[in-house]
C-alpha cells in the first residue's frame, strides 16, 4: 500500500502500513504529532478531531476512525498545524486563552480543530459545530465565548491557502513486498466497484467508517478484503428531478442536510442531531441503510416518505421499496457481491415530520426515532406512512397504526382509536437507552405530537426559551 | 505584612498556566511523554463474571498472540498483590475469586498498545460461578456490606419528635451514580532506574499513593519511587486511588523486563474496570408543622459500594455529613448503610458523597414543600441555619502563622490504620478530645459542629433579586396553566458544604521553593494539576509573597522527591492547603533576604517591601533579580521547605461528633427547565448562579469550577445514567452509551456570579475551596424537573435521578394517575 497525502502542508508517503491503520495511531505513534489525543477510540468525544481538506471543502473528522487509505490525496491539518509556522496563534486559540476555554486540556486540540475548521468554513452555529467534542470541566460555556468572539477574526495566512492540488495521490494502491499487508481497493467510479465486489462478494465495504472503524478498535476484527468506496465521486450525487429525489450511496449526511432543509425540513432537523458534525462529515447515507442497523436514523425518515432503494451487483440493478430491505436484525436482502448503490424517493409535499429521541438530544443514538408522514384532506386521514427505529429488530413500518388512522377523521380520536394498534405493530426491547415500556409510551405519544404540530401547537422542548 | 485581603497579584483572573499549551496541543500528558525506543506496552485481561472461583487459566492464545512479550498472573507478583487504598482487600490481578465483571485476572506485557489490547482478550478463564449480589435490595437481603452494622449520626430525640409533631411525611429517592468521564483516560508509565529504583509518571490525584503501593509491589522502601505528575486530563475523584492498579502492574513489568513498561485503559476498559461514584437510596421520615418546619427527621441512606472498600466509608461518612445541607435539625437521626456488591467498586468522585447527602434533604424540602402547599423557597429559608453574626472575619484580620498545627492530642493520639497513611481509606482511631456541646445560643448540625458562618440568607436574597425568581416563578405558573405538553419548572437550591479531609491528619501540605540568582523562582507543593487552576493559583499566591509577577514563577510538576508524604489533591483543598505551603516557603526565603538586605542598610527588617517586581529598603530600591544575587553573593540560603495544617479541627467518626471542617463553602442556584409530557424530554432553559469562593484568588478559574461544576451536577442528575444487566455487566461503558452534557446542554442563558466576601476563617488570602462545592448547584435542576412534573397532577411527582426523559415521563404518568 502506498498513498500520499499532505500533513500540516508537507507531502507525505505512507508504504507499508496495514489497511486499518488508524489516522490517530499513525499521528501519535509513528509521527510522534501527539497534540491528537485519544479520548475514546470511537468516533464520540473529538478529542482527536483533525481537519481534512480536498476540492470539496475543509471537514472536521474524527482521526480514530479514519483509516490511512481514506486520507489518500487529501490534506490533513492537526492542531499542531492550526497553529502558525513560527508559534503564531489562530484566533480561535487566543480566544480560547483570553476567554478560559480549556480547564484540563485534554480536549482542548479536539476543539481548537473544530473551531478552526468551523472558522475556515464561515459556520457561526456553534452549538453545532462543536455538538461532536465533548468537555468534562468546564461546562462549554467559556468555549461558546471563546468561538463567538473569534468568529469574525480573519483566516490567518497559513490556512488560507490550503490546497490539494499538488498532491499527487499514490493512485491505486499497491501491495508492497510479500510481507506487506495485502492493499486495500480504492476504486473511483461506482462501475469499477460493482466489477470487484461481484468478484470479490467476501470483501468489507468502507465508506466513512463510523461504524466499521469501530469493528477495529474496539472488536479488533479482520476485516479481510477490504474496498474503501471514498474515492468514488459518483456515487455520492444527490439529484433532485421533478418527480424525484435521488440520493447516491456514498453522500455523507452532512451531503444530504442542504438538500433536505429544501424539501423536508424536519428531517434536515434530525440530520442536525444525527451523530455530530465529525460523524456527519464520514457517514454515509448508504452506510446507514446498508448496515442494516436497527436505530439508524435515515432510514425510518426514507420509508415515511416512501423510498426506494437501488441495489446493484455487478452490471444488474434491482430496485426494492427500502421497508423492505429490512429483513430482520442482522438480515437484509443483499446478495453477495451487491450493494447499495442509491435510494431514492417521490417528490411529495412536505407532511414530514422526524422525531428523535434519546437521552442526550446532540450526538446520541436514538431510543426511538419515529417518522411520520400522513396525509389529511378534508379533514380526514387519506393516506399515513409511519416508519420508527428503536422500537424492533430492523426500521420498521407501523402498518396496524397506519390502518387504524387511515380515514378516520384527523383529530384527537383517531389518534386514541390506534391506542392498540401499536402494540400490534411493535414489540420493543428494553436496553441500556430506554425499556420496552418507554419506547412503545413515547411512539404513541409521538402521534399525538404530531397531531398538535398540525394544529399549531408548541411541542418541542428544543423549542422553548426561558 | 498585608495578607488580610488579596493583594495584587494574588487576585488576578489569569488564564490557567498551560492554556497556551492545552490550545497549541503541546501540554504533555502522561501518553504524550517521549519514551525509549523499546518501551513496552501493558493491558489487563479482565473477569467476565461478577462472581466466581477460577478453576482454570488458560494463557497459550494470548502468550503466542503477534507482539507478546510476557504475561504476568497473580502468581507472577513478587511482593503485595493488592492496590486497595484501604483495607487490602484489592488484588491488582485475581489471584482465585472474581468479584465484579472488568476485574483484572491476567496482564499482558506486548510490544504495543494494540498488540497488548488485542492479546488481553484471548485468555481462556474458567469459573465455578457464585451467586452475584448486584443491587441494594440483593446486598440487604444477604447483609453484604462494609463495617458491622450501619453507622449512625445524631442529635436530639428523633423518634419522640417525629411522634409528637402534627405531621408526618414519608418518602424515598434513588440516585444513581456518575461516571468520571476524564477525557484522559487513566495512564501510566514506569521507567526502571539503576540499583532497582523505580520512576513512574502516573495520571494520578495522589502520587504518594502510587509511591506507596509501588514500593509495596516491589518490595522496596517509599525512598526507591519516585513519582512524578505533571497534569491530568482531569480527575473529579476518579484518579484519587483508581490509578493505582496501572502504576503498581507497569513497574512490576519494568523491573521484570529492565524497560520503560506504559499502559493506558482504553476508554471502554477505563468504564469497565474502575469505580464510579456511589448510587444512593436515601429513605426519610420526616415530622413537621403546617408552615414546613421541620421538627424530627430520620434518614436513612444505602450507598453502593461495589466489591472493596476503597474509600467507601469516608464516601458514606459525608453524605452523612451533609444530610443537613443549610437547614437546623434539632432532632435528627441518620444511619447508613455501606454495602457490598459485586460491582465496580465505587470511590471518590467530586463531592465525595456530599452530594447525595445534600439531593437527600432537598428532596425531603421539596417534598414538604408540595405537601403544605408553599413555595419551597419559603419553606427553605424556614428551616435556615440562623445568619451568622458579629465580625464578618474570625480570628483577627490577618492569616494565621504558616506553621500553625493542629492540637497536640490529635497526633498522639493518630493509629496507623490497616491501610496507607496518607489515604482517605485509612481508618485511624480520631475519637476527639474536649467538649462538643456547644452553649445553647449556638445552632449546631447533626454531628454537633456550631454553624457560624452562615451566609446563606443575604445570598438567596441577592440571588432572588438578580434571577428575578419571583416573577419568574409567576411567570412558569401562568405558562403550565396555557400549555397543554410542555410544561416548566423553576427550582432555587442552596449548598453548604464543608471544607476540610474529614481523616483530619490528611490536612497538611508541604511545598518547596527555590529563588535563582537570576531572581526567577522555582515552586514546588504536594498538589496536582487536573484542570483546576490549582497550579496558577498557588504560583499567583508566591508572586505576591515575592512582589513579582507570576511569570517570574516557574511552576513545577508534583513530584514526591521534592515534597514528600502529600495527601491526595482532594475534597476541594488543593488551594487551601498548598498555598499556605507555598506561603510559608515563600516567607521564609522572603524573611531571609529581608533580614540581610535591611542589615546592609541598617534597616529593620520589617521595613522591607517587596513590590513590582522590586525590594525597597531604607532609600535603595533593587530589582527582585538584584536583590537575589546579592543574598547569594552573601552566601543567604535562597531554597526553603514550607508546611501548612490546617488549625481547630478535631472529630469523632465512630460517634458523629466534633468539627471535621474548618469552614463551609456556600452557593445557591436557580435552574429553570422545560419538559414535554408525552416523551419525558427535558431541558435546562435558564440557570442562575451565586457561589462563595471567599476573597478569589482567580475569579475567572473559579468561575470557571462553577460553571462546569453546575453542568457535571446537572449531568450526573439528567441524562448520566449507568446501566448494569442481570448479569452484572456494565451496558454503558462508553460515551456512545453513556451521556455527559454536550454543548447545547449547558443553560442558554447562564449567569455566574460570586459573592466574593473574605472567609470568615483564616485561609489563604481569605480564599475559599471551590472545587467540589459547585457541582451541587446542580441539585437546582432536579429540583426544578420536579417542579414542572408537579404541574401535570396533584400528587407529588417523587422523580429518581438521573431523570432521563423516561424517569420524567414515569413521573408524569404517576402524577397524572
Redo the contacts between chains.
Keep these: 500500500m502506498s498513498i500520499s497525502f499532505l500533513l500540516n502542508g508537507e507531502t507525505v508517503t505512507v508504504a507499508d502500513q496495514p489497511a486499518t491503520r488508524t489516522l490517530l ?1 499513525w499521528l ?2 509513528t509521527r ?1 504529532l ?9 468516533g ?2 473529538g ?1 482527536c478531531t483533525v481537519m481534512i481538506s480536498d476540492d470539496r471543502g475543509h471537514r472536521a473528522l474524527n482521526a480514530c476512525i479514519l483509516f490511512l487509505p481514506q486520507l489518500d490525496g487529501k490534506s490533513i491539518t ?3 498545524g492550526i ?1 502558525g509556522p513560527d ?1 503564531e ?1 489562530h484566533p ?2 487566543e480566544a ?3 476567554h ?10 479536539g476543539f ?1 480543530v473544530s473551531m478552526a475548521t468551523a472558522h475556515l468554513n464561515g459556520r457561526t452555529d ?3 459545530q ?2 461532536g ?12 465565548r471563546a468561538a463567538t468572539a473569534a468568529q469574525d477574526k480573519p483566516i490567518p495566512d497559513w490556512l488560507a491557502p490550503i490546497s490539494v492540488s499538488k498532491i499527487s495521490s499514490g493512485g491505486r494502491p499497491k501491495a508492497g513486498g510479500a510481507d506487506s499487508p495485502p492493499a486495500p481497493y480504492q476504486p473511483k467510479t461506482t462501475d469499477d466497484l460493482a466489477r470487484w465486489y461481484a468478484d470479490h462478494p467476501d470483501a468489507t465495504l468502507i465508506a466513512g467508517a463510523t461504524d466499521v472503524g469501530l469493528w477495529v478498535t ?1 472488536q ?1 476484527r479482520d476485516l479481510g478484503e477490504i474496498a474503501f468506496l471514498n474515492g468514488i465521486d459518483d456515487m455520492r450525487a444527490i439529484t433532485v428531478s421533478d418527480t424525484t429525489i435521488r440520493i447516491g450511496a456514498g453522500a455523507t449526511l452532512s451531503d444530504l442536510w442542504p438538500v433536505m432543509a429544501t424539501y423536508h425540513p424536519d428531517f434536515a432537523e434530525m440530520i442536525r442531531r444525527y451523530g455530530s458534525v465529525q460523524v456527519r462529515n464520514a457517514a454515509t447515507v448508504g452506510g446507514n441503510i446498508a448496515n442494516g442497523s436497527p436505530i439508524g436514523d435515515s432510514p425510518p425518515a426514507l420509508i415515511a416518505l416512501g423510498a426506494t432503494l437501488h441495489l446493484r451487483h455487478g452490471d444488474t440493478r434491482r430496485d426494492i421499496l427500502l421497508e423492505n430491505f429490512f429483513i430482520d436484525y442482522g438480515k437484509q436482502d443483499r446478495a453477495p457481491g451487491e450493494f447499495v448503490e442509491a435510494v431514492s424517493f417521490p417528490r411529495q409535499k412536505d407532511r414530514l415530520k422526524c ?1 428523535k ?9 436514538s ?1 426511538v426515532c419515529g417518522c411520520f408522514n400522513i396525509t389529511v384532506q378534508d379533514n380526514r386521514v387519506t393516506g399515513a406512512r409511519i416508519a420508527f427505529g428503536g422500537m424492533a429488530g430492523t426500521p420498521k413500518r407501523a402498518h396496524n397504526v397506519e390502518q387504524a388512522i387511515i380515514g378516520q377523521p384527523w383529530g384527537a380520536e383517531a389518534v386514541a382509536g390506534a391506542w392498540d394498534a401499536w402494540a400490534q405493530d411493535f414489540q420493543p426491547l428494553s ?5 420496552a415500556t ?1 419506547r412503545l ?2 411512539a404513541r ?2 402521534l ?2 404530531y397531531l ?1 404540530e398540525d394544529l399549531g ?6 423549542e ?3 | 505584612m498585608n495578607n488580610q485581603r488579596s493583594p495584587d497579584p494574588a487576585t488576578k483572573p489569569l ?2 498556566d ?12 502522561v ?2 511523554i ?1 519514551v525509549p525506543g523499546d518501551c513496552l506496552h501493558l493491558a489487563f485481561g479482565l473477569a467476565t463474571v461478577a462472581h466466581g472461583q477460577i478453576t482454570a487459566l488458560d494463557l497459550s492464545a494470548v502468550r503466542a498472540a503477534p507482539g507478546v512479550i510476557d504475561v504476568l498472573t497473580a502468581a507472577d507478583l513478587p511482593f503485595a498483590n493488592d492496590v486497595s487504598p484501604s483495607i487490602h482487600d484489592e488484588e491488582l490481578l485475581a489471584s482465585e475469586t472474581v468479584h465484579y465483571i472488568g476485574q483484572p485476572i491476567f496482564a499482558v506485557i506486548a510490544n ?1 498498545h ?1 498488540a497488548a ?2 492479546a488481553a ?1 484471548l485468555g481462556r478463564i474458567d469459573y465455578t460461578e457464585r451467586p452475584a449480589i448486584l443491587t441494594i435490595d440483593a446486598a440487604l437481603a444477604a447483609n453484604s456490606r462494609f463495617e458491622d452494622g450501619p453507622r449512625i449520626y445524631g442529635k436530639g430525640d428523633a423518634e419522640a419528635a417525629i411522634a409528637a409533631a402534627p405531621h408526618l411525611l414519608t418518602g424515598q429517592i434513588e440516585i444513581g451514580g456518575q461516571e ?6 487513566q495512564a501510566a508509565l514506569a521507567l526502571p532506574q539503576e540499583g532497582g529504583d523505580m520512576v513512574v509518571h502516573s495520571s494520578s490525584q495522589h502520587p504518594t499513593e502510587i509511591q506507596h503501593k509501588v514500593a509495596e509491589a516491589l518490595g522496596i522502601p517509599m525512598h526507591g519511587v519516585r513519582v512524578e505528575v505533571r ?6 475523584g476518579g484518579k484519587e486511588s483508581q490509578g493505582n492498579a496501572l502504576a503498581v502492574i507497569c513497574a512490576v513489568a519494568a523491573r521484570r523486563t529492565g524497560r520503560a513498561c506504559k499502559m493506558r485503559y ?3 476498559d477505563d468504564f469497565t474496570i474502575t469505580g464510579k461514584r456511589h448510587d444512593f437510596r436515601i429513605t426519610y421520615r420526616v415530622g413537621h408543622d403546617d408552615a414546613g418546619r421541620i421538627l424530627g427527621l430520620e434518614f436513612v441512606q444505602y450507598a453502593r459500594c461495589g466489591w472493596a472498600q476503597d474509600l467507601s466509608l469516608p464516601v458514606a461518612d459525608r453524605a452523612m455529613l451533609h444530610a443537613d445541607n443549610a437547614y437546623l435539625l434539632n432532632h435528627v437521626r441518620i444511619e447508613s448503610h455501606r454495602l457490598k456488591t459485586n460491582t465496580q467498586s465505587a470511590t471518590a468522585f467530586r463531592g465525595f458523597g456530599g452530594p447525595q447527602g445534600m439531593v437527600g434533604i432537598e428532596r425531603v424540602l421539596d417534598h414538604l414543600a408540595h405537601v403544605v402547599r408553599r413555595d419551597p423557597l419559603e419553606v427553605r429559608r424556614l428551616n435556615f441555619y440562623a445568619p451568622a453574626s458579629g465580625d464578618s472575619v474570625e480570628g483577627g484580620l490577618s492569616a494565621p502563622p504558616a506553621s500553625g498545627r493542629p492540637p497536640e492530642d490529635i497526633l498522639s493520639k493518630k493509629k496507623p490504620g490497616d491501610g496507607d497513611l496518607a489515604s482517605r481509606g485509612a481508618t485511624g482511631d480520631m475519637a476527639a478530645e474536649g467538649d462538643f456541646e456547644p452553649g445553647e445560643d449556638v445552632q449546631t448540625t447533626p454531628y454537633h459542629m456550631p454553624v457560624t458562618d452562615f451566609i446563606l440568607h443575604e445570598m438567596v436574597d441577592r440571588l432572588v433579586e438578580t434571577s428575578d425568581y419571583t416573577a ?1 416563578r409567576a411567570a412558569v405558573a401562568a405558562w403550565n396553566a396555557e ?4 410544561k ?1 419548572g423553576i427550582a432555587l437550591t442552596p449548598v453548604k458544604f464543608g471544607i476540610s479531609f474529614t481523616l483530619t491528619h490528611l490536612n497538611q501540605a508541604g511545598a518547596l521553593v527555590h529563588v535563582y540568582q537570576d531572581g526567577s523562582i522555582h515552586m514546588n507543593h504536594g498538589g496536582t494539576e ?4 490549582l497550579f496558577q493559583k498557588v504560583a499567583q499566591v508566591a508572586a505576591a509573597r515575592f512582589g513579582v509577577d507570576v511569570a517570574a514563577v516557574k511552576i513545577t510538576a508534583t513530584d514526591t522527591g521534592k515534597v514528600p508524604n502529600t495527601s491526595a489533591t482532594a475534597a476541594s483543598s488543593g488551594t487551601d492547603l498548598n498555598g499556605m505551603a507555598v506561603q510559608a516557603a515563600c516567607d521564609t526565603i522572603r524573611d531571609r533576604m529581608a533580614e540581610f538586605l535591611a542589615g546592609l542598610h541598617q534597616a529593620k527588617p520589617g521595613t522591607v517591601v517587596f513590590s513590582g517586581g522590586q525590594v525597597r529598603v531604607a532609600d535603595a530600591r533593587y530589582d527582585f533579580a538584584e536583590a537575589a544575587a546579592l543574598c547569594y553573593q552573601n552566601r543567604v540560603s535562597l531554597s526553603a521547605t514550607g508546611f501548612y495544617a490546617t488549625p481547630d479541627i478535631s472529630w469523632d467518626r465512630i460517634a458523629g461528633r466534633g468539627r471535621p471542617f474548618l469552614y463551609f463553602a456556600y452557593g445557591a442556584a436557580v435552574t ?1 427547565v ?3 409530557t ?6 435546562i ?2 440557570a442562575d448562579l451565586l457561589h462563595d469562593a471567599g476573597a478569589s484568588l482567580n475569579p ?2 473559579d ?2 469550577q462553577i ?6 451536577g446537572a449531568g450526573w442528575l439528567t ?1 448520566e ?1 449507568l ?1 448494569w444487566d442481570d448479569a452484572g455487566r456494565l ?2 461503558h ?4 453513556y ?8 443553560p ?3 449567569n ?1 456570579a460570586l459573592w466574593d466576601q473574605p472567609n470568615r476563617a483564616a485561609t489563604v488570602y481569605r480564599s475559599k475551596a471551590v472545587g467540589e462545592p459547585p457541582l451541587m448547584l446542580g441539585i437546582s435542576a432536579l429540583m426544578a424537573l420536579g417542579h414542572a412534573v408537579a404541574a401535570c397532577g396533584t400528587t407529588y411527582p417523587a422523580l429518581d435521578a438521573p431523570a ?3 424517569q420524567v ?2 413521573a408524569v ?1 404517576r402524577v397524572q394517575e
Design positions: 495511531d501519535r505513534d510522534r501527539t497534540g491528537t489525543k485519544e479520548g475514546c477510540n470511537e464520540d468525544c478529542a492537526t492542531v499542531e497553529t508559534g496563534l480561535v486559540q480560547m486563552i483570553d478560559h476555554g480549556s480547564q484540563c486540556g485534554f480536549c482542548t486540540p481548537i456553534h452549538n453545532d462543536l455538538a467534542n465533548l468537555c468534562r470541566c468546564t461546562g462549554y460555556a467559556p468555549i461558546i474496539k479488533h422525531y429521541i434519546s437521552k442526550r438530544f446532540d450526538q446520541d443514538i431510543a436496553d441500556m437507552r430506554a425499556s418507554y409510551d413515547v405519544g409521538l399525538t405530537r398538535l401547537g408548541t411541542t418541542r422542548v428544543l422553548v426559551r426561558a | 488564564p490557567h498551560a492554556a497556551r499549551l492545552h490550545v497549541t496541543g503541546t501540554a504533555r500528558y501518553d504524550d517521549p504495543s494494540l489490547r488485542k482478550t468520571h468521564f476524564y477525557l484522559e483516560g497534569r491530568m486530563g482531569g480527575g473529579f482504553d476508554r471502554d419568574r400549555q397543554p405538553v410542555l416548566k487536573m484542570g483546576q487552576g429553570e422545560v419538559i414535554d408525552l416523551t419525558g424530554e427535558n431541558r432553559l435558564r475567572a478559574l468561575i470557571g460553571e462546569g461544576g453546575y453542568v457535571q441524562t445514567e446501566v451496558r454503558t462508553a460515551p456512545s452509551t451521556k455527559i452534557p454536550a454543548c447545547s446542554d449547558r442558554e442563558i447562564f455566574v432521563t426523559g423516561e415521563l414515569r404518568q
